[in-house]
T-cell receptor, first 115, second 114 residues
Framework: AQKITQTQPGMFVQEKEAVTLDCTYD???????LFWYKQPSSGEMIFLIY??????QNATEGRYSLNFQKARKSANLVISASQLGDSAMYFC????????????FGTGTRLTIIP | EAQVTQNPRYLITVTGKKLTVTCSQN?????MSWYRQDPGLGLRQIYY???????DKGDVPEGYKVSRKEKRNFPLILESPSPNQTSLYFC?????????????FGPGTRLTVL
């Protein structure tokens, strides 16, 4: 069975600093997708970034990058130059490639940016 | 604007009173899914649909029903709600199975069952 582990329940980071949110995963599927979502206090789930298991390069989307280390089964989210608006819950998720497209989520990390 | 909509956004009800949470997407997506979010548990899948008239159970289907009569709509039905179904519910959709197939989420429905 697939599993996502986020070991940091909460993090406090100074504004403008970079932050790394940890995510490790476990799967026996050779083909899978990894996602990060942001959930602000308003509650919606906002897609941030995607990494496919066969992608050769780490994904980047603006200030977000995904540090994908396949052998270690880790998919850490890096946010550069953090802003106050980055304060939110962050969820790592994994998707099976075949069959049900279900996303398996971790328990999340609450990030607080300090002015 | 491409979006997934859910209604209602907030609902307080009593045990046993049937309710329906609607979900609609305007992106012609084939795949739709329902999740519930509970503190400390992340999001868990309730039901999913690969296309019209094709639905199947997710990880926590007990107490829920769904239907997919049209491509754009995927309602979640609670025939006899109970307090343990108090949760934040999300509908999600994606274009079709395959790579990269990002799932887009609705705004969420916060349900309280007394």
């Amino acid at each position: 069975a697939q599993k996502i582990t986020q070991t940091q329940p909460g993090m406090f980071v100074q504004e403008k600093e970079a932050v790394t949110l940890d995510c490790t995963y476990d799967t026996s599927d050779p083909s899978y997708g990894l996602f990060w979502y942001k959930q602000p206090s308003s509650g919606e789930m906002i897609f941030l970034i995607y990494q496919g298991s066969y992608d050769q390069q780490n994904a980047t989307e603006g200030r977000y990058s995904l540090n994908f280390q396949k052998a270690r089964k880790s998919a850490n989210l890096v946010i550069s130059a953090s802003q106050l608006g980055d304060s939110a819950m962050y969820f790592c998720a994994m998707r099976e490639t075949f069959g049900n497209e279900k996303l398996t989520f971790g328990t999340g990390t609450r990030l607080t940016i300090i002015p | 604007e491409a979006q997934v909509t859910q209604n209602p956004r907030y609902l307080i009800t009593v045990t046993g009173k049937k309710l329906t949470v609607t979900c609609s997407q305007n992106m012609n997506h084939e795949y739709m899914s329902w999740y519930r979010q509970d503190p400390g548990l992340g999001l868990r899948q309730i039901y999913y649909s690969m296309n019209v008239e094709v639905t199947d159970k997710g990880d926590v289907p007990e107490g829920y029903k769904v239907s997919r009569k049209e491509k754009r709509n995927f309602p979640l039905i609670l025939e006899s709600p109970s307090p343990n179904q108090t949760s934040l519910y999300f509908c999600a959709s994606s274009l079709s199975p395959g790579y990269p197939n990002t799932q887009y989420f609705g705004p969420g429905t916060r349900l309280t069952v007394l």
